[in-house]
Structure formats: C-alpha cells, structure tokens
C-alpha cells in the first residue's frame, strides 16, 4: 500500500544544507499498522510530510496505492490518504463549528448527503449529535481528538497517517483513543502509519515498526519480537531500556 | 530543613459562571525528601504547585487552616515577603523551556540575573557563579552556552538551563512542574539523573508534580494523587506497585506495556463517589 524507497530529504539554510532523510526505505503492507519511533530531530515529520506531499524530497520517491506522491498532489490523492495531527488543541479551527470542520472535507470532496455522513462519522467517534454544533473550545481534550478523527474518517480514506496522535492526552483519555483507532481501523481495514516518540504505545498498536535515528531507518523490527526483546540494533536496545 | 505545611487548602476560581473549585481541602506536608503529585489534566496539580510559589491570577481564592513555609505563614504574607521567597527559597522548574525562558535573553544572561538579584552579586561575579552552575547541570560548553538565547539551545539543553535558574538562588525547596515532559525518553533519564545528583548533593526538599505514574514512582519518596481537586491517596512509592484506590490502580492500568501486548488497552469510568468519599 505504502512503498517508500530510499527517500531523501535536504533542507537549505543560506549557510548549509541539512540532510534530514537520509536514503529511508519502508513497505506497508495494505490494511496493517505500522509504526516509526525516534526522538525529536529524527525525521519522523519529514517522512510524514513526504508522505503527504508537503514536503519536496530530494532523491527517491513514496508511492501510495500505486501512485507516486509529488508535491501538490490531486484531490483524489488527499481523498485516500488523511492525516491527524499532534496537537489537537491547535489542528481545528478556533472558530468553526464541529459541523463545519467536519462538513468542510466532505464538500472539497463532493460528497453526497453531507447531513448523514457528519452525523455518522460523530456515531463512528463516540461522539453524539448534541457535540454537532459545539465549537472546540466547549470540548475537552480527548473529544477534539475525537473530532480530528471524525473530519478524517468522514471521506472514507484508505490510509490514516497519524502524527503523535495522543502526546498531549492523558494516559487515560490516550487509552479510549487508541482503542477508539484500533477499532475503526479493523472495521473499515484502513492501512494506518503512527508517529510517536512512545515506543510501548506504538509496540501496542502496530503490527511492525522502525526505529529511526538522524534521518536514517535504524531497524525495522514487529510488535512480537520487541516484546520478545529480538533486538539486534544498539541504539534500540537504548530506547528500550529508557522506555521501561 | 525548612518544613512546607499544607492542610486544607482550598483554591477557586472566580468566573462569569460563578466559583469554580481546584483544590478541594488538601493536605501536604514536605518536610525534605522528594514528593511526587500525580495527577490527569484538571486535577488540581499545577494550581498547587503555582498557589505554594504564590503565582496564582487575582481571579484565584485561596483559603486553608494551614499554609506555611518555614517561619513564612504564605496566606498572610505580603506580596514584598512573598516575593523574598520566591527563587530565593523556593525554586519552579517549569514544564517547557522554549515557553518559560525569555526569549530576548540569553541563557547566561537570565541565570546571572538570578544571581544579582538573590545575593547582590555584580556583573563579572554573577557571571562567573552562572557559568559554574552551567558546568554543574552538565552543559558541555557553558561559555557558548552562555551567550545563546533560547530559540538556539535543544529542548533537553533549554531544561537545563531551566534548572539552573531554579538552583541559583539557592533554594530549599524546589518545584519542578512537568519537568520532562517536553523531553524524549532518553533525554529525559539523563536529565533526571541530574535532578537526582543535584538534590542529594545540596540536600533540597522536592516536589514532582507530573502525570506519569510510573516516573513518579520510581523518582519519589512520597506519592500524592490527586483526582478533582482532593487528595485520593497518599503513599510511599514502594506502596504504589500495589496502589489501595480504585483510581490509582486504574491509572496505573491503563498504560501500554513494553511486556505483553493486550488486544485492548484497560479504559475506566470515573466514578463519582471518589470525589465524595472525602469529608
């Protein structure tokens, strides 16, 4: 579903450039979840960004579906592939309501029906139709994430690519969420890619994950083995001993 | 040791809507050691750590039987006396450095402040005890160190930058707000070994306030969890491995684990009564 092969990323400053990807190969395997951890600086964004279009890569390419991602891509790209955000305080707009941020995709797109499929797409979060008409700042924090969810899933997407998507929840809002992820993800198969600097809550939601480190894949390694402690890579071993 | 007592404290908020409660009848005492408070987003534990610095909005209430730190009662206190206090004798660490810094200072700059301030030292001296406090909390190259501002040093460098403030003015008591949780996780255990060694070495009282459990757990002495503004348990941190309220244990659950893999992560339900059960 996702083939990235040997990617690369430069960033020009006036004095120097910076390689923040350095020749990143990935597959995932459609309808699986798969996950990339490092610390910040890594590389994680980037490749996220690459992935999404938002970002010019230097040398290789990311195909989706078949289809090689390039810069502005189509709209048919954007309706496959959605992305949720870190930081849910920030990612929807302070002034429209749930309604609008979730209706906003569904009329770019040109949906049918908008009325049903808004009302949907809350049942599917967990969020009832007395939420339809709030603004953000009337929600707590695990119920904007909710909504972040809902405007992704109301397009129907086949790929979610989900940035940090509970670093500023709380654990135990983090748990309904990613159950909440977990779920849809099975019901409609979606392929799913997840940041996280977290390495037991990415062990916990994917199938297979790569540890990154300075814009290079150190290990590419499934959930099982790292329970299992199969680990070859040293600076793995690293962040497995920080993480417990 | 200068003793920290707290018993029933209780902060509202004043709003359009009416008062809205924080704490609801507290009690702490810290008397050196380190004491962790636990707690999710709106239970109460930054508003405690901000009402014991005296840092809290004019919209705050703060009423309780017994608020002291040292000689110092903190609910009659001037704002001049509270002032003395505060950085003096109380140190806060806060939660994000590239937020609490000042962002037109340089990092040496805003540490040697502290320093004129607190002892009355000149120019050339606050300099030379600033870049010794930056040799002290690790920082590789504290003359390069000392004339970037913040925006040019990393998070985990900017943290300690942060605690160099706090040490400056040499304080007995120092609160550390959510100090890693801009930090990554190797990061982070680097940074907390240097807590540790600059606690023991000075022999200062600590309060942790944090939302990790398992952090708190194996940093503290002492743990409090608080849930709606009250105290639900109170316990030695070896004692938190087999937690007595239904709060704590599910809290405890609720995390994913690094050793078996569940087909779903443990939710709860709060349940009403927690927050009742308390007189």
Redesign the interface.
Known sequence: MIEIESVSVDFHTKLRTVRALKDVSLSVPQGTVFGLVGESGSGKTTLLRAMMGLTAVSSGGVKIAGEAVRQNPPLAFRRRVQMVMQDCYASLNPAHTVDQIIGEPLAIHRFDNPEKRILQALKDVGLGPEHRFRFPHQLSGGQRQRVAIARCLAIEPQVMLLDEPTSALDVSIQAEIVNLVMRLQQQKGLTLFIISHDLPLVTHMCDRLAIMRKGMVREVITSQDLIERKVEDDYTKVLLSASL | MSRLEIENLRVQFMSRSGPVPALRGVNLSVDGGRVGIVG??GSGKSTMGRAIMGLLPLTAQVSASRFRFADVDLLAASAAKKRALRGRRIGLIMQDPRYALNPVMTAGAQIAECFRLHHGLVCRAAKSRALDLLAAVRINDPETAYDQYPHQL??GMGQRVMIAIALAGEPELLIADEPTSAL??????SFLGLLDQIIRERGMSLILIS???NLVANFCDRVVVLYGGQVMEECTATDLAAPHHAYTR??AA?????????P?????TRDPAWLEAQP
């Open positions: 999710e987003s990393s998070g990554d996780a190797s990061v982070r255990t939302h990790d459990l599910a809290l609720c995390r994913p684990s690094l050793t078996e893999r569940l779903e992560l443990r939710t709860f």
